[in-house]
């Protein structure tokens, strides 16, 4: 019976995860143990806990962590805060494998806590490229983990290629994608009333053609970001299409973006714009399976667009080199360039699934693999 | 004028990195910033913050972080304590660069405080291989810097290899042989009094046959250190020359190989032994070169000891793949194979210098590269 | 010349302290050292870190130490983050005194790094009584000062009593009520249009009856916010006043006041009413000195407002037994009852000023005070 | 059904809250929940969690927080870092009552973040006088306390003075006298064989005359600790009476305690003397009942002393004012003075025992008073 232990530490995060997190728990050999920690915690993030909790997971500890000021400097001492905590949950767990998720901020304190006890580490998402400081996180975590679960082809080659061994890389596909697989199965028609009951803004009329706006931070572009979503949202403006837009993930320089955000909707009040924290999963899909264009620089747009075949702007460097489909079209910060690549999505044909990403049954093959690999827990680089 | 920060964190640290702190200090375009932390602060790991004072440097700040335990769980929370605090100390000290030196479990704290702030981070000894977790973390460090100094060939090379610029590495050579370089270039023939009146134990004649015995933990064998460390020390009695013996570092399980010696000597207080906590670097390379052989798994033995010919017997997993040249016999943990690799060494001619990891002016050079060199804050993989 | 330091941790630490600040800066035999910490970072408690510089004071150092989650466990868990920061800055500037303000949670962070570190410590505004674990704070505050400063003569004779030496404590009044006076003394008459540019809302006209709303949590009434501001917020539109609305501090419960003002403010869009987050000192108190009636649970009311002469309803337990003079109605969490205090004030003549809280020359008795007085750093209990 | 949490931070702690944990553990309303940290954890502190898992106690965390350095700053830090954590599994646990021992550095960390956290507080041995920061710990944390259990009616009353309600305060007397009274009923007439393989030195023999010496750092005379405790151990070799010896406990100062111990001894091997790091209490209280003088500044002198009727020379300030018997000569920290009272106690009558630190039945009443009394979270200073 081995004890898997995942660490929870954003909405991203648990989407990342969960259908992973059900296969362990439904499986006869594992026990699944859950902490939750960081913005997953938190009610400016959309209290993940609860459902976390909702979703039928116990958190065995819940780790506040989140050092205020969404600096880098903060992002940073956050990690160590974690560090120093997760060991003595880890002591009370005893995990047989530490999972670790991706490739935020938070991770790195995961990963080094389980890598420095000698606790088995599994990581998912490795391989992958992106802009921003995930990057460096993200391969120094694959240096660190014992059992790789890349999302992706390439992915997997990468990992290969950066020395770790052949046998230990388990291509398994995306994770996020066997919600995305499950959600577009069901029949929501009926999205609009109560959707717009939260959030504040207008209602908007999702019959019609509407954009949806996801921009986060990028940081190593700190300082940059009020101007950044400034241009985005005055192309949508020129576009014309009303608006569905999403307040930044907690990443140093998330403060940036929300004080653009604020800004433009005071100036702009009769624009027609709805605005959201977060939204549960299910129905995020279900308007990425709605929406004209997805616009900002959010990975949905990359990976369940993908899948779901959704139109999408990518703008600025967030997402770059990231393997991607024919779905994309790839933009600077300049308003009139984005407003352009919005228009020419809204003339082209419907996309059709492009499954790169994944089949949907990643997390059972993770959950598998856990059950019974074996581990070398002295790592050594293959060259 | 830049500013570059240096953290250091135990005695090793220091004695791999000195060569360049005088260089950097001297030269007329950069600012020298010195953060002393850990074990470096510490009594009982020799005050190494007084010599680095002694030898003309003014440490900026001093962060006590090292969590009592000497587990793998407190070496966790000691790095994540580091990683709270010196992003503070950075936001006061603002450097143009950091540059964090090898593979210590602290390392990962300057390392990710850097780069999650955004501040160019330079590394030195990356691309090596060894054993422990100190393999993962030099690697993962590799991940995060922007300017890499391997010390060997081969060494850059894998850094390469790892998906790394090959503009953005400089084979340097090792700073730790400047000072080898410099220590054999004095005359030193009076070592004995004065050195055997510090440690305790018997006072030795170091102009007969004498071993010499330095033994760390191995954080990925936890538990087996007492073990380890009685095994090699019986051989010694067993070849039956007088030994110099060093108490191990402050890696997870210190307090296991500790314990094994104090239990040793208890038993044994008849043999001729003398133990030091730790010695200043020329005293213990002055011994280097007159041993009749050097024990344990210090990677001295493999570094320091090819520059100057010292005939080692290296015990266990520790150096696994590290380059070495012809002065080392490797051994597994066996009293006998160690004792008869020994009596081999004491059979064999002098050994040549072998300059594979340095030629005395590696300081030097990481200095006039960061005086100049260009540094591109967003890294991607190159493939 | 003694060095004096000053932890600045919010902006009520800020003007707590700040005409000490200025006296001990002008002071010949005196040098200032400011350490900003805490929500006196942050961008959204009105960065005060910037109000500091603009004064003309340069923070040796900035520990961001604000634990996000405004739970009871996040308030424990930040000063314990700044119980860890705080020594290493404080043996980087080796101050001769500390000087620690009031009773927020943060204090102890001070006060208890300072006292373990054997730094003689002063401590403001000690021997009050108030609702709130501020309550327990103040006091274990006094049990670790070597300096007493109170406010009034309640609080010196509180302090004596509770076993510190009569020769320890100084009566020298409230720092805050020196800026009072001097902003008193300053032609102010043209507040408004410059004042309601900022934040949101509406636009009140100043000249004609409006209200201020100042509440903030109960931190032993966690849970109860939301409804606790509802019920006043109420009363206010049932008077029928205009009302400037102030967000609430960092204390734990922070969140669920702000929560009620959110909602209230969606449901009564029509009601006159506008918020700020913070407003510079000097225009607070001329709005003090202006409005028709303070309501809420804020200090200001009852020392402030004993100076200015601002009729005041103090709603709930927080200022429960600090001392207070004839401009104060006190009352529960009821809506009608809050409606009846706020009519009532309106009937009622102008208030005199009653300087119960100090002359005005606080900060200049704190610097001479510090210059020469003499410390016993082994405390005693007097009986 | 209400759960009491004890937080166990050093061997004084354990063996100052013992019969309180074994009382709580059989009471059939109340259930036991312990959290071992810092030096309790450590093996060169003699590893008292073994000892508490030994007596049958089931921790249900144990935090790593002690910071190497033995520095007032790392006090403090240590501290910090307790109150980082205690948080996270004070939410776990979601105890009803926290109780709180003493006054070492660490119970600020277990006060600081029950009362933060609103958790009902008790707190033993509340009320005492001493030197070092011990004092205005003691006192700070009776400000914090919602129930007290002083251990003798001099306590009680400076509680009550101090302005706490009588009625929150339960004269219990103190449960290491419950140890204590338990183990001077066994027969113990063979301490000496087993005992000296323990610990290292010469064995002694406990039927003839011995002194014991027990000295600990006195923080607020930090850096004297060498010079205070060699002219203790010069004294007792000029009295000739051989000596048991014990290493200082983990205070800011015990380094120099130690190094003062190590030198003496080098210097005077012949000298008879046998050291300990740590005894088990049991065996202690025997040498207490068995040596001719008890010499040092342990609180056990006073405390115990006076139930056994132990001879005790007190040397120094850390024993200020602490309520004693006949049993306790007080003395500076001269070599020739501190001879004398040694001199002086061997010539008296033995002493009869003299039970004003309690009857023996602390635990009981402590665990019984949990069990039913009321607390008013929300405290208020009585005057």
């Not at 300082?223 to 576009?239: F, I, M, N, S, Y």
């Amino acid at each position: 019976m081995r004890k898997i232990c995942i660490v929870i530490g954003s909405r991203a995060n648990y989407s990342s995860i969960k259908s992973a997190m059900v296969s362990i728990q439904k499986h006869p050999d594992l026990q699944l143990q859950v902490i939750v920690v960081a913005s997953a915690l938190l009610d400016r993030y959309g209290s993940v806990v609860d459902l976390v909790e909702k979703d039928g997971f116990v958190p065995a500890a819940k780790v506040y962590m989140l050092i205020e000021g969404e600096t880098p400097a903060t992002m940073a001492k956050s990690t160590g805060l974690g560090l120093v905590e997760l060991p003595t949950i880890f002591e009370q767990l005893r995990p047989d494998f530490v999972l670790t998720v991706g490739d935020r901020f938070e991770t790195m304190a995961t990963t080094l806590a389980a890598a420095y006890m000698n606790i088995p580490l599994a990581h998912t998402m490795g391989g992958e490229v992106s802009g921003t400081i995930d990057e460096s996180i993200r391969h120094a975590a694959t240096k660190f983990a014992h059992v790789h679960f890349p999302a992706c082809t390439e992915a997997r080659d990468r990992i290969i290629r950066m020395g770790e061994r052949p046998e230990d890389v388990y291509l398994v596909g995306c994770p996020r994608i066997d919600l995305v697989a499950e959600i577009l199965q069901q029949d929501r028609t009926d999205l609009g009333p109560h959707l717009f009951a939260e959030g504040v803004g207008e209602s908007l009329d999702l019959d019609r053609p509407f954009v949806m706006i996801s921009q986060h931070p990028v940081t190593t572009e700190y300082g940059e970001g009020e101007r950044q979503v400034t241009a985005t949202l005055q192309a949508v403006q020129d576009v014309g299409l009303p608006a569905v837009v999403f307040w930044p993930n907690a990443d140093a320089g998330s403060e940036d973006i929300a004080r653009g955000i604020r800004k433009f909707r005071e100036r702009h009040k009769d624009f027609p714009m709805h605005f959201f924290k977060n939204l549960p999963m299910d129905i995020y899909i279900c308007l990425m399976a709605k929406t004209s264009c997805l616009v900002g620089n959010s990975s949905s747009a990359v990976r369940e667009g993908a899948y779901i075949g959704t139109p999408a702007v990518n703008v600025g460097s967030r997402q770059y080199m990231r393997q991607r489909g024919r779905n994309v079209i790839d933009i600077g910060y300049e308003r009139d360039a984005i407003g352009d690549a919005i228009r020419e999505q809204l003339r082209r044909e419907p996309y059709e699934s492009d499954p790169i990403y994944g089949d949907g049954h990643a997390g059972e093959r993770i959950a598998a693999t856990l059950s019974d690999c074996e581990v070398r827990i002295q790592k050594r680089i293959t060259y």
